[in-house]
């Protein structure tokens, strides 16, 4: 099939990946190059880099208003365009534009977690489960009918970010799926009830608040890992704390109770991996051969 690809992040590399070794893949549509490191340089997206490593025909316009946008992502007189984490919303016309239409990897079990984060809140809710829904995309939010729909367990200390890695994969494996069978296909119509939004996630949510249940606190260090990391600060420094498990013990909240234990508003908690300032993510044992904990956190 000719296809138009349009991602731009990490999450939809291996979906690239996967579609131009079994398909025409005419064109790679990508956010544009952003500022980025110490010196500002513009730098292109995961999947621009990839694209152009393959040797595709990249385009990043800043929106498809222009009527200019419209007829050349018309032109490629693309069979299908998938979608998987873009970045803009596309208009009628351009979902219209491709023979078969628009077709998009998101990373929940619609209609749960519609919208921009849906692994970091399916994580931090505490869900039992996620998955990998193919759906036809329309003009609303994440609202289409669902061609493909996969559920997997989310572990009991999985991060985001191994999560993340899971999905993407399965992602890649179930549009190459969805593309041999479209024809066999039928569209379910999302259902009213159960409707979830997985609002971006603010850094305002990363400082950990030692009086609220460890089971929330260990969902909210699993879930921001590890972007963009929970953290407390441990002797004034900021510490992000990028895995935990439940652990034994009680004490008032924020004490420490040995090793990189600490107890909660309810439980407590058993830090696994950590990263200090300036300096890579390490197991907590690791950490703690040169940081000395405090009696109890702030």
Request: with cysteine.
């Amino acid at each position: 099939m000719r296809v138009i690809f349009m991602g731009t992040p990490e999450f939809s590399v291996p979906v690239l990946e996967a579609l131009a070794q079994a398909h025409d893949v005419v064109a790679v549509y990508s956010q544009p190059p952003r500022p980025a490191g110490r010196g500002k340089a513009l730098r292109p997206s995961p999947v621009q880099a990839r694209a152009e490593a393959l040797g595709l025909p990249v385009r990043h316009p800043l929106n498809f208003k222009t009527e200019e946008a419209r007829a050349e992502f018309a032109a490629f007189e693309a069979d299908v365009a998938v979608v998987v984490a873009y970045g803009l919303i596309l208009p009628q016309a351009v979902l219209d534009a491709p023979k078969r239409g628009c077709l998009n990897i998101h990373a929940s079990l619609l209609p749960r977690w519609r919208g921009a984060a849906p692994i970091h809140r399916a994580i931090m809710a505490g869900d039992a489960e996620t998955g990998i829904c193919i759906m036809q995309m329309e003009a609303g939010l994440d609202t289409g009918p669902v061609l493909l729909r996969r559920a997997t367990p989310i572990g009991a200390t999985e991060t985001t970010g191994a999560l993340h890695d899971r999905l993407s994969a399965m992602g890649a494996e179930m549009i190459l799926e969805a593309l041999a069978a479209l024809d066999n296909l039928t569209p379910a119509v999302q259902p009213e009830e159960g409707v979830t939004y997985a609002a971006k996630i603010d850094k305002a949510e990363a400082r950990i608040d030692w009086t609220r249940p460890a089971t929330e606190l260990i969902r909210q260090i699993n879930g921001l890992s590890p972007f963009p990391g929970a953290w407390c600060e441990i002797a004034g420094e900021r510490v992000k704390l990028l895995r935990a498990a439940p652990a034994d013990g009680s004490a008032a909240p924020g004490t420490v109770l040995g090793g990189f234990i600490i107890a909660c508003g309810a439980g407590a908690l058993e830090v696994i991996e950590a990263q200090r300032e300036g300096k890579r993510p390490m197991p907590a044992t690791e950490i703690l051969r040169g940081l000395s904990l405090p009696a109890r956190l702030d």
